[in-house]
């Protein structure tokens, strides 16, 4: 019984919905590709039609809210953002899995 309890544990720590870690726009940015992060702050605006620009107190980074809604009404909302950096030609934006409108 112990052996599986710890299974089972192990294999819940090792998701990666458990692995998200929650930093500041200044620190995703500073990141490896690929790295699961959460991030806080406000829709500031609209860069192109999937892309928003997601601000804190460190900075403002790109977000890809890959969907098929209309998500202008997050512009001016704080919010919380899970997903992945995505690093290409030396910027980093984050590949976005969901969205928590915060109040």
Avoid: F, N
């Amino acid at each position: 019984m112990k052996k599986s309890a710890l299974v089972i544990l192990a294999l819940l720590c090792s998701s990666p919905a458990l692995a998200r870690q929650e930093v500041t726009v200044a620190e995703a940015k500073k990141m490896r590709d690929d790295r699961h992060v959460v991030l806080t702050g406000t829709i500031t605006g609209c860069a192109d039609d999937d892309h928003y620009w997601l601000q804190d107190a460190t900075g403002r980074i790109r977000i890809d809210v890959d969907d098929d809604d209309d998500d202008h009404y997050l512009i001016g909302k704080k919010v919380r953002v899970s997903g992945e950096v995505d690093r290409d030609d030396g910027h980093s934006e984050i590949d976005v899995d969901h969205v928590t409108v915060l109040k």
